[in-house]
């Protein structure tokens, strides 16, 4: 069953991905609107998988994670038992927070997340161990210019 979003999801939507731990009035108020409507909208929302799972964003580096790789994976593999492999390796391991299989010479993309280059290549030698993989490029990211989870409603 398709939901139909309005602007006033559009706006609680909004308000969420602003700041998912503000108050229910809070929400409300910056919407328009009382506490009971805005409910009844988050929870539609949330039984038709709008919205899903709420978590909290860390600060990486000051986690000491300082590392930010983007890893470029090409293989000359593609049968079903060699994917399913490789997408068990990319899941178990938690330094990987993106993985995208591509169009184009580039199968992979991962953004791997590690305290330094050491930290990377621990990741990247246990990762070739365990998968055969054509071709691993790896570019370290200098500086963070833009990250958002936010969709532009």
Same mark, same amino acid.
């Given at each position: 069953?398709? /939901? %139909?979003?309005?602007? !006033? #999801? &559009?706006?609680?939507?909004?308000?969420?991905?602003?700041?998912?731990?503000? @108050?229910?009035?809070?929400?409300? &108020?910056?919407? *328009? @609107? @009382?506490?009971?409507?805005?409910?009844?909208?988050?929870?539609?929302?949330?039984?038709?998988?709008?919205? *899903?799972?709420?978590?909290?964003? =860390?600060?990486?580096?000051?986690?000491?994670?300082?590392?930010?790789?983007? /890893? =470029?994976? %090409?293989?000359?593999?593609? #049968?079903?038992?060699?994917? *399913?492999?490789?997408?068990?390796?990319? &899941?178990? &391991?938690?330094?990987?927070?993106?993985?995208? %299989?591509?169009?184009?010479?580039?199968?992979?993309?991962?953004?791997?997340? /590690?305290?330094?280059? %050491?930290?990377? #290549? !621990?990741f990247y030698q246990a990762l070739i161990s365990e998968?055969?993989?054509?071709? /691993? !490029?790896?570019?370290?990211?200098?500086?963070?210019?833009? @990250? !958002?989870?936010?969709?532009? =409603?």
């Amino acid at each position: 069953m398709a /939901v %139909r979003i309005d602007a !006033t #999801d &559009r706006k609680i939507l909004a308000a969420l991905q602003a700041d998912a731990a503000q @108050s229910l009035d809070e929400i409300a &108020r910056s919407v *328009g @609107s @009382s506490k009971t409507p805005v409910w009844n909208r988050i929870k539609k929302m949330r039984e038709a998988g709008i919205i *899903g799972q709420q978590t909290v964003l =860390l600060d990486a580096e000051a986690l000491g994670f300082e590392a930010c790789f983007f /890893v =470029l994976i %090409r293989t000359s593999e593609h #049968d079903a038992e060699w994917q *399913g492999k490789f997408l068990h390796a990319l &899941r178990s &391991r938690a330094e990987v927070q993106e993985a995208h %299989r591509l169009a184009g010479d580039i199968d992979y993309i991962l953004k791997v997340r /590690v305290q330094n280059a %050491r930290a990377y #290549d !621990t990741f990247y030698q246990a990762l070739i161990s365990e998968v055969k993989v054509h071709n /691993v !490029t790896a570019l370290l990211s200098m500086e963070e210019i833009k @990250s !958002t989870v936010a969709l532009p =409603l």
